[in-house]
């Protein structure tokens, strides 16, 4: 798709710190089209909180930010009111599509000024602010973008258990960056399909580790890793408890923040599993260089059971052995990943990797994950794009 305009809404400012596929495939868009990036506007309770001042400007120019060629960063001026947890759904959704129409007046003025026509919108699940703006703004093709199942989460159960299904229903197509995911769009929206997840896995290669960093370069081999957020809401504490304690031999290494819980646990107990806390992101291909198995002992629940986990591209990036818990999403890597449902099969499955790994299956788990691509993620979206336009004919 070349020469489009294509207007994103979604969940993540421009700014936010940690990776966004939002912006990541804003960025792969603009590359052949005109982009238009609405950052999500401030709700009244939001600016009261952070004591955030609105915007006296009244100059659309002075709203919009070109962040690269062809990529505009809307800076909505307008609050807009804090609904998500009203119990009342006939409020909700008069207060909700008040919310929409500023959105959209603001979205609106910037598309008159960038002249952006017969443009594509693109939700990055943004189910309650973007509910009513295919209505406002006529799309020529609306994109619902699923790629967590934030129905999970108690912040959006409320009313998104309610409005997430009519809002993929009304769009022209919904993608998903997981199987699990697009199957839970196709029973709302039968134009549904997985498009992949991209990755920038450019730092994830063997060339660029070459300094094995001190605390843990004396840690007794092998080392069985982990590198992420240490939080219970995801991973399985008594698993890796079970690994460690099954084999005093094996070095459990587990790299990230830590939860309350994570801190609370026998973990801090057990002499050979060692907390080596946060790093910086560009040293992490270096821990990982050193680590013998990679894992990721998700615990299976309903945030977990569909969600792409991205490290795993990593740790395959880096030609290294993986273990993971068996989901559905992880179906996706099982040709190039052991899978283990309980603890005596993740112990099995370790074991397994050490005594197997060699170099035809680094290359071959190397090769494996540099297919993964935000430009292959996007043209499949375009693929999906162009097969919807034509079945409208």
């Known amino acids: 798709m070349q020469g489009k305009d294509i207007v994103i809404t979604g969940l993540q400012a421009w700014e936010i710190e940690i990776g966004s ?21 401030v709700d009244r309770f939001t600016a009261f909180r952070k004591k955030i001042k609105k915007s006296k400007t009244k ?12 990529l505009w960063v809307l800076y909505p001026q307008n609050r807009i009111e804090s609904i998500n947890q009203l119990p ?43 509910f009513y703006l295919k209505d406002f703004l006529k799309p020529s093709i609306y994109i619902y973008y699923t790629r967590d199942n934030l129905l999970a989460v108690d912040y959006w159960k409320r009313q998104g258990k309610r409005i997430e299904p009519l809002h993929m229903k009304k769009a ?20 549904s399909y997985f498009v992949g997840q991209g990755c920038d896995l450019s730092a994830f290669r063997t060339e660029n580790a070459n300094t ?22 995801r991973l399985n504490i008594d698993t890796i408890q079970y690994i460690a304690e099954s084999k005093p031999e094996w070095s459990v290494v587990l790299i990230g923040p830590e939860d309350d819980d994570f801190k609370a646990s026998k973990l801090h107990n057990l002499s050979n599993v060692r907390f080596l806390g946060s790093k910086d992101e560009k040293m992490l291909p270096n821990y990982l260089m050193k680590f013998d198995v990679a894992i990721n002992p ?3 629940n309903e945030v977990t059971i569909g969600n792409y986990p991205r490290k795993i591209d990593e740790y395959l990036a880096m030609g290294k052995p993986v273990v ?24 099995e499955c370790i074991d397994m990797e050490l005594k ?3 170099e035809h299956l680094q290359k071959s788990r190397m090769v494996f994950a540099s297919q993964h691509t935000w430009e292959k993620n996007v043209y499949e979206i375009y693929e999906q794009i162009s097969k919807t336009k034509r079945n409208e004919y």
């Not at 912006?23 to 609405?38: D, G, M, P, Q």
């Not at 993971?324 to 112990?347: G, I, P, R």
Request: net charge neutral.
């Open 88 to 130: 009342f759904d006939l409020l909700f959704d008069i207060l909700n599509k008040r919310n929409n129409r500023i959105i959209a007046n603001e979205i609106e003025e910037a598309l008159k000024f960038l002249k952006f026509k017969n443009f594509v919108q693109f939700c990055d699940s943004d189910m309650f602010r973007s």
């Open 59 to 70: 100059v659309i120019e002075d709203r919009l930010i070109e962040v690269k060629k062809n």
């Open 298 to 300: 998700q615990i299976v």
């Open 212 to 233: 094995i960093p001190m605390d843990i370069s004396e840690i007794p081999k092998p080392i069985i890793g982990y590198i992420g957020a240490l939080k219970t809401l």
């Open 324 to 347: 993971a818990t068996q989901t559905e999403a992880m179906d996706y890597f099982k040709e190039y990943t052991s899978l283990a449902n309980t603890n005596a099969e993740w112990v």
């Open 21 to 41: 596929n939002c912006k990541n495939i804003a960025v792969e868009f603009s590359k052949n089209n005109r982009v238009l990036y609405v950052n999500p506007p």
């Open 356 to 358: 197997r790994d060699n």
């Open 172 to 191: 022209d197509l919904v993608v998903a960056n997981s199987t699990y995911l697009a199957k839970l769009a196709s029973y709302h929206n039968p134009n």
